[in-house]
């Protein structure tokens, strides 16, 4: 049985929502949900967000952090360590990759490692441009004249 969407035709009748139709279609691609490493993401107010991954057994320089355009991407990786023979080995430390997709206007502000936590601020800036604006009334001209369009006027 086929659970696949076909988004064909989305294509043929949307201009300008490519991003979104692939951001639909490459989440059902995703055949094995990785759930290494676990990571919260909290809202902390209107246009501020926080991931939180807990990426123990990891220091800052085995761990890399990049935004382009609007996917966030982390990645970890160590060396492997050889000091004996394990018996067991229960504290994964094997290499991840991960990675979020960002709505437009979305940068990431900092990150921080304390505690086994990485901890990444995220906050969304709309461009004052792209923002609700208040449009001013402008009353009639002051002679108590009907505005007139041009082509209502006669050419002398």
Do not use: C
């Not at 951001?23 to 490493?37: F, G, H, K, V």
């Not at 990426?55 to 004996?84: H, M, S, Y």
């Not at 923002?131 to 369009?149: F, H, Q, T």
Request: glycine share 8%; proline share 3%; aromatic share 6%.
């Amino acid at each position: 049985m086929r659970t696949e969407l076909d988004f064909a035709p989305l294509y043929r009748s949307s201009i300008g929502f490519d991003r979104l139709i692939d951001l639909l279609s490459n989440t059902q691609r995703l055949n094995a949900i990785e759930t290494w490493p676990a990571y919260d993401i909290v809202k902390t107010s209107e246009d501020d967000y926080r991931i939180t991954m807990a990426v123990a057994g990891f220091g800052e320089g085995d761990l890399d952090i990049t935004q382009e355009r609007n996917v966030l991407v982390i990645k970890g990786g160590k060396a492997e360590e050889l000091q004996g023979e394990y018996l067991h080995r229960g504290i994964a430390g094997r290499s991840f990759e991960r990675k979020f997709e960002l709505a437009d206007h979305v940068r990431v502000e900092g990150a921080d490692l304390k505690n086994g936590l990485l901890t990444i601020a995220l906050k969304r800036e709309v461009p004052e441009a792209m923002k609700p604006r208040k449009i001013e009334i402008v009353a009639a001209s002051s002679a108590g004249e009907p505005l007139r369009l041009e082509a209502d006027r006669k050419v002398a």
